[in-house]
């Protein structure tokens, strides 16, 4: 199994401001992914980190507004830009392995006042 | 499109007996699926999966069963405890191609004393 860490666990940020969020896996993973889970919805993929390369995002969600870095194949960032309130969600850092199975960090819980 | 579908937002059951959560697909080319289970402000955690090779895998208390025929899977907890009170989400994915994962709605479990 990968264990997942990220940073900050949490926070509260001011409209239009930034924050990036750092994921760090303990082992070496072939594909890293964001997702979101805004208040009482499932988890939504946001993009999957690809290292070396600019990440692949899904439909409703652009670079601009989440650019992401994968600069090696433990670490990620994903970037939350210009925030407004809709914003406020738990962003979570995932990563797969060798195997199949899919493992998620602890979640970063983003307030946008 | 929803391809992915719990379709119980909530079940409650009575400490000792069985827990049942349902899951429903629509995507016949989902190749493994995934439970995970996810306390407020954590990350969701990997319970089980299973091939879709397979029509049952067991681990513990946790066993998942598969019906390809009828693309539903389900969850069964027993003996239920309270500490198995969360969130419950299913996730399918594709093995071939993007490898992403889609995530059901989740059922939220609650166990009652």
């Known amino acids: 199994s990968a264990v997942i860490s990220q940073k900050p666990s949490r926070d509260i940020c001011q409209r239009g401001t930034s924050l990036t969020i750092q994921c760090q896996v303990d082992?070496?993973?072939?594909?890293m992914f964001w997702y979101r889970q805004q208040p009482g919805q499932s988890l939504t993929l946001i993009a999957t980190?690809?290292?070396?390369?600019?990440?692949?995002?899904e439909s409703g969600f652009v670079i601009d507004k989440f650019p992401i870095s994968r600069p090696n194949l433990t670490f990620s960032t994903l970037t939350v830009s210009n925030m407004s309130p809709e914003d406020s969600s738990i962003y979570l850092c995932?990563?797969?392995?060798?195997?199949?199975?899919?493992?998620f960090g602890p979640g970063t819980r983003l307030t946008v006042l | 499109d929803q391809q992915v579908k719990q379709n119980s937002p909530s079940l409650s059951v009575q400490e000792g007996r069985i827990s049942i959560l349902n899951c429903d697909y629509t995507?016949?080319?989902?190749?493994?699926f995934l439970w995970y289970k996810k306390y407020p402000a954590e990350g969701p955690t990997f319970l089980i999966s299973?091939?879709?090779?397979?029509d049952k895998n067991e681990d513990g208390r946790f066993t998942v069963f598969l019906n390809k025929s009828a693309k539903h899977l389900s969850l069964h907890i027993v003996p239920s405890q309270p500490g198995d009170s969360a969130v419950y989400f299913c996730?399918?994915?594709?093995?071939?191609?993007?490898?992403?994962?889609?995530f059901g709605q989740g059922t939220r479990l609650t166990i009652n004393p």
């Open positions: 995932s990563a797969r392995g060798a195997g199949d199975t899919q493992y």
């Open positions: 082992s070496q993973v072939t594909m």
């Open positions: 980190a690809n290292q070396g390369s600019e990440a692949t995002y």
């Open positions: 995507n016949s080319m989902f190749d493994y």
């Open positions: 299973i091939s879709s090779i397979k």
């Open positions: 996730a399918a994915i594709l093995l071939q191609g993007a490898q992403k994962l889609v």
